[in-house]
């Protein structure tokens, strides 16, 4: 449980309280009260907590010391910018940005989210009962947040059932936005961490220089086949043997189906696997509606080119009944997450405070920022 604590210094900054949580100090705004810590990660912690000025329950993330990696801030800062314009029922909704006691020499940022009950990585792994209906409709709503992306210009890029919450009533929505990019970033896709690997496609683990859209759709194929199976379809160990669980199973390729690896030595090492027959989804998934194999089949198809689309998903027979196109409208914005990837420390901390100023547009840190 939360427990209320004295200022580390002695001294407690105006509007501001301090509790403790699994080790952790948070000093979070007067107006939220803790409840109970609800998750951990390489971030920090995240607790329950209840906004006493609207008596709304919401989760406030704890950020440890952003600026302690160059990468990690600048991702921090990509999904303060993203989250700040997207609004949609199956992406989560950033409530506010904690504005910092001190503004020149602050570590750690506190998110506020709406809450959500758990994630579909625990549903999978519990042992509830998963129906056709329950399955079709996490699909659904995950390829209907998706559409909305990536009518923003967003690649979400670290799509996998963790990263999808999910409320009692089977509401689901997409979150953490860390790795997502926009189709203006100027070719830096390529120098960084993509995907976790279990849900990263064929043309990222053979190091294709040019993808898109369709990276995020193999990954909603194997949330779709870990959902049908109740374990990931393609646990891999490392980066070749991730490619040869999915050769394993998809087959060997023909050579028009290769065209898109621009990679020299993928290509060469992709030839050299042993010849395989691959295995039907219907036998993987036998209790499987056939409609829910046929799209499965696909969205996991190894020519990223041949891949089904978001859009195409949304109309295949298995999802149609859900999908009514007059109440999904694209995004009004087209959004641009390209930052330079060399600015420094003060640069990236003064374009927080900017972005934290949209939620706290009546604080005299407005001031503060002239000084930077």
Same mark, same amino acid.
Request: glycine share 4%; charged share 20%; with cysteine.
């Given at each position: ?10 001294? $407690? ?32 912690? +995240? ?10 329950? +919401? ?7 952003? #600026? ?37 020499? #602050?570590? =750690? ?7 959500? =009950? ?140 290769? =065209? ?6 993928? $290509?060469? #090492? ?6 395989? $027959? ?10 499987? =509606? ?11 198809? #190894?020519?990223?080119?041949? $891949? ?65």
């Amino acid at each position: 449980m939360a427990a209320l604590v004295e200022p580390p210094n002695g001294i $407690r900054p105006r509007g501001k309280h301090y509790y403790t949580m699994w080790q952790t100090l948070f000093e979070i705004d007067t107006k939220y009260v803790p409840i109970k810590p609800i998750g951990r990660g390489a971030y920090g912690v +995240v607790c329950s907590s209840i906004n006493r000025e609207t008596n709304e329950k +919401v989760a406030i993330k704890k950020i440890n010391n952003v #600026f302690g990696n160059h990468i990690d801030a600048l991702r921090m800062l990509r999904e303060l910018k993203l989250l700040r314009h997207i609004q949609h029922e199956n992406v989560i909704a950033l409530k506010d940005v904690m504005m910092p006691s001190h503004a020149m020499s #602050f570590k =750690d940022v506190y998110l506020v989210y709406e809450l959500m =009950d758990t994630d579909l990585h625990h549903i999978i792994k519990s042992s509830q009962p998963l129906s056709n209906d329950h399955c079709k409709y996490f699909i659904f709503q995950l390829l209907r947040g998706l559409k909305y992306l990536h009518s923003a210009n967003v690649l979400h890029r670290d799509l996998k059932p963790g990263n999808l919450l999910i409320n009692s009533n089977c509401e689901l929505k997409i979150c953490d936005f860390g790795l997502a990019r926009t189709g203006r970033d100027n070719g830096q896709f390529m120098t960084e961490y993509v995907v976790t690997r279990w849900y990263r496609a064929p043309e990222l683990l053979l190091c294709c220089d040019n993808y898109g859209t369709s990276i995020d759709v193999w990954s909603v194929g194997c949330i779709f086949a870990e959902i049908l199976g109740r374990k990931p379809i393609f646990p891999g160990t490392e980066s070749l043997n991730q490619v040869k669980l999915i050769i394993n199973v998809l087959g060997s390729q023909r050579e028009a189906d290769l =065209d898109f690896i621009d990679n020299t030595k993928a $290509r060469r #090492f992709i030839k050299s696997l042993p010849y395989s $027959r691959g295995i039907h989804f219907s036998s993987m998934y036998p209790h499987a =509606d056939p409609l829910a194999v046929d799209l499965l089949q696909r969205m996991l198809i #190894f020519d990223p080119s041949k $891949r089904i689309t978001v859009m195409e998903a949304l109309h295949h027979p298995y999802l149609s009944s859900l999908y009514d196109p007059t109440h999904n409208p694209p995004a009004q914005v087209q959004l641009n997450l390209n930052v330079d990837e060399n600015m420094g420390e003060a640069m990236i901390r003064e374009l927080m405070l900017r972005e934290m100023l949209h939620y706290h547009p009546e604080t005299a840190y407005a001031n503060t920022l002239a000084q930077f």
